[in-house]
Each structure stands twice: as C-alpha cells, then as structure tokens.
C-alpha cells in the first residue's frame, strides 16, 4: 500500500464509513458487504492508533470507548417534548378529524402525515452546524436526562450530518431495540443467569439509562426520526412529511412506513394496512399516528395542555391477555432438553388464536411462580412465540398445582436429569430416545456431521415412525427395496441414497463425535477433543478431570460428554456403528500433533480449493498441529487462498500476512 499523508488517509476513510453507513441504516441499501465495511473501519481503527492526535469526536470510531458516568445530568428542553392523545376506536379517529375540520372550518379531507407508533423511549437529539451535541430522554417534557454518551453509540444515529444542515437542529424521535437483538439479549442474559427483561422497551430504557456506555454500545438500538424541536437557520417547508424527507437527506432515520393520506378514511385505511403488516415487523409498535401534514394548520390547531390538537396515536388492541393456564407439558428436543409448554385456555391476541406458549425451563417457572389453573398473562411480539408474562396471584384457585419437573423423559421414560449450574434439564435417554431421534437422526445425516445426502425429513419421519430405525446405526442396514417402498421416493433415489450411506462411513473423528450429538458439544468442540485424544478409545477411557484438560473444555461440557458416553445404550450405538463399518483415519494425539510441522501456527482460509473442501482443510492442518481462525489479524500465520477468494485477501496483503495459494498450501501438506 503507497504511503499516504494519514490525515488525508483518516478523512477518506470516515467520509467512506459515514457514506456506508448512510446507505445501510438511513436507506436500507448497502453498497458494499458487511466484511468490506469492518476492514474500512479497522483500518481507521488503525491509524487513529498509530496518530492519536488524529482522533476526532465524531470519528465513526468514537461510539464505544467514553468511560462510564456517575449519575445521568438533567436536560431542561427549550421546546417542550411533546406527548400524544391516545385513540382507542375508530369513533375516537373520526372525532378526532370532525374536531379538527372545525377548527381549520374546511369541509374537505384534511391531509395527513401517518406513520407507525413505535414502543420505545422518545429522545431529543441537538445537532450544532451538523455536529451531535446532545441528546436527552424526553422525562416529564420539559426537563429529561442527558443521555448522550450512550446515545454516540447507537450506529444509526448519525455523529455527523450530512450536506448541509442548520446551524441548530433539534430533532425528536423514538429510540427502540428491534425484536431480535431483543431476544438475544434475554437468551445471553439468561444463560449468564442474569436478569431478563419483560418486554423490548424495558430493555431500550434500561439501556439507555446505562451509565457505562460499553455496555450500551453491545446492545442493539435503533431509531427513528419524527419531529423537530428548536431550529435555527432552516427555513421550515409547507409540510411535516417534507421536514421528515429533508431529515432524510441529512442522514436521520425516517419510518419507511410513512405515508401522506387524506381524510379520516385514508386515516383508517392506514391504520388496517399498518396492523396487517404488524405481526411481521422486526420491532415493536403499538398503533399509528396521524399528524396534520400542513405546518400552517397546525399553527392554526395550536395546543392542548401538553398534547397537540394537529395529532393522535391510534392504538392497536392489546398484545397482552389474560388466560387460565390449563396444563405444563414437556417437549423433548434433540439434546433431550425439556422444554416446559403451557397450555392455554385459547385467546385472541395480537391477531391470533393463542393456546400455547413456551415457559423457557424449570427455573422460569419457578422464579414466575407459575402454577397449573392459574390465571395467567400471556403476550405475543410480533412473530415470536408466545409467552407468560406473569400470574395474577389475587385470582389464583385453591387447588391451583405446582409444576413438577418429571422425573422420567415423558416419551422414552429415561432419567430425566439437571446439571447444577444448568437451567435446562434433559432425559438421559439419548440416542434411544424415540422424541430425539428424529432430530438426532437430522443432526446424524447434516452436511457438517455424516454427511448423508438425500436424507431428508420426510424421509427420516418414516423411517422412525414405522419403527424401522431406532437409531443412527440402523441406517446402515437399510437396502433399496426397503427405501424405494416409502413415500416420495423413487427407486433412482432409493439406489442414490444407499450409496450416501455407504459413502458416510468414511469419516473423521472430529465429525463422528458432532454427529453423536452430545450436549453442548458442536463442530469446535468435536475438533478439539478428537485431536487432543486421537482415537474414540482415548476418550471412553477419559475421566471427566481428564476430558476438562482438552483446551476449551469446561465443567459443563466435560461433564455432558461422560454422562453421554458412560449411557449403555449410547455405547451400544456407538459398537454398532462402528460394527457396520463407520471408520476413520487413525490420528496422532495432540501431544504429537502438538509437535507436528504446524504446532502454534494459525491459518485462515478464503475462497474455493480444487482439492478438498474447507472443511477438509481444516482437518488437515489440525492433524499438522495447526489451528484455522475466521479473521485476518497480524497474529495470521498464513492465509489460504483458493479461486474468488474475499476480501480476507485484501486483508493480509493490506497486513503483509504470508499468502499460499492451492499448491503452495499443498506442499506444506506434505
Ligand atoms: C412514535 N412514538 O412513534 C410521535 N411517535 O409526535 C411518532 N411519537 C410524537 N410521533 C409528537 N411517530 C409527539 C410524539
């Protein structure tokens, strides 16, 4: 790469990244992959590193690192945040627009700028000649709380306007977390054994009010943009909708769901359109707001008390509904973990019949108090599963009955068992099973385990409902007679399946054991624990203490592989396996890998090889000592390049990490 003067570099680069960013969060649009935007980012990441004086308050870089605040500084708002009048019927709309017409004394359909009502925090924004200056919670409306260092780091919130803003922008708009950052944030939560939060707007308040913006930077906010506040140096337009477009081309996040219509019945319409399409949004929304679009009759509706008289929010039904809770069921699933189901007294909510909803495990239950005959609410977020919110205690019947983890799998009757330190409990029965067989089947046969192509679920559900396979070694007594006798399936793909079977006994180690689908232990996993062992024997003989040594083995998963392996019928499975021919390559344990021509060096792979598929590489240099990582970094010992590679090439070049290409790969193979 030529030397370039780094200031002139760091100015390219933040033009670059504020320019992707624009396409990716303000239009929906982006120009370039994901990959290609972190090496920009890295790079500058880079240099601000080599050139702290380079550093700026609005560099794309700054949203993570400000250090945590003692307390949140109150704001007082020059121009008041507003609130809304709420509409719960369509009687309350057509008021609403009749009030309207006689104030403005038109008969004609008024127009209206209609939009989502989303569920979250509304926020102040101060921009001073383009630059974020302040952002602030809306509080009682007149006085909030300063929220700026953690709202730097919400990456749809532009540091820096675009073209050519005023010299004071103030804009207001609703600061949510979408639906499925929410849920992760529960799943990490819970798995930490930390609190979780009710509902997505809770988890956008809690976050926002975060002193350590770290913190916040790690969780997914977005925003979006719906009015203004005080402003200098803007000579406002004729309409609302044109203030928001113009707040679009300066780089603020607008509902796309924006529309201008006419009358109440465009109104209405709106509002039937918008609730259709509800259920499926990634966030949040509890109805739609209709603003008068003319800035000229809004200033002729003026106020009332702390509301507008130019808008109201028009509100969905609930989401939330009460129901009797009739019974606990437990789901098996692959791993064997029992998932408590509630059954429900059926109710309508959020647009469906609801009559189950998932209770997560044991300790939700018990941390809810949940019992069978309860009144219980239920809630459904847009198309997540539904759940229990909580119990309304005060109508709790007498003989209301405490949910009882069974002692035995419901289908298979195997001890059912909790790991102390686990939420889930899971029925021993493994592979045996009849409930986990058809997944652990699915799992058997999947491209990363065994790798038997064609068969898929259909097939797989007959197969084990006519009892015909009981487990993964029973695949390998199927012939074609018996295969091409099923549904959906000819006598071509019968022949074609068998020679898949027959072609899966060749396998690695590290394979055979992910596709054994032991608990918690996944593709990385398998790999360590067949290269520190070497054989299957190695590791039956294992104690739990030995298996913990295997790098990046703890407690948890050392104690899942013995509990698994040390299960009679599991190891009948296993002999049976390998008594119809699975096999693989015999291989040197990690003490001799260890010391292998590979030891301690770190690849990464990118592109196609002629030769063998990625995975099969990986399994090469592993066996050779060596360790295959997903991104380039200086600590790259070698990057693999095969045809069309990506951009990890431009990477090591740009980093001077060693480049191989097939051949040169192949030679340090032997
Ligand atoms: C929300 N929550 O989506 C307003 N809002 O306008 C929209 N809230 C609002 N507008 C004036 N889209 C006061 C509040």
Redesign the pocket.
Known sequence: MPAQDPKKRARELREQIEWHNYRYHVLDDPEIPDAEFDLLMRELIELEQAHPELVTPESPTQRVGAAPVGSLPVVTHSVP????ENAFTEEDVIAFDRRVRERLETDDGVEYAA??????L?VSLRYEHGRLVQAATRGDGVRGEDVTHNVRTIKAVPLRLRGTPPELLEV?G?IFMPLAGFKALNERAQARGEKTFVNPRNAAAGTLRQLDPRLTARRPLDV?F??LGETRGWKLPARHSEILEQLREWGLRI?PLLEVVRGVEGCLAYYREVGQQRASLPYE?DGV?Y?VNSLIQQRELGFIARA?RW?I?HKFPAHEVSTVLRDVEFQVGRTGALTPVARLEPVFVGGVTVSNATLHNMDEIERKDVRIGDTVIVRRAGDVIPEIVKVVVNKRPPDARVVRLPKKCPVCKSDVERVAGEAVARCTGGLYCAAQRKEALRHFASRRALDIDGLGTKIIDQLVESGRVKSPADLYGLTVEELAGLERMAAKSATKLVAAIERSKQTTLARFLYALGIPEVGERTAEALASYFGSLEALQEATEAQIQEVPDVGPVVAAHVRHFLDQPHNREVIAALRGHGVHWPAQARRAAAEGGPLAGKTFVLTGTLDSMSREQAGERIAALGGKVTGSVSKKTDYVVVGAEPGSKLAKAQALGVPILDERAFLELLG
């Open positions: 945040m507003l609130s809304l939009e989502p009502k989303l569920d979250g509304a207001r609703e979006y719906y009015g509902s929304i707001v603003k507008p808008a929010a």
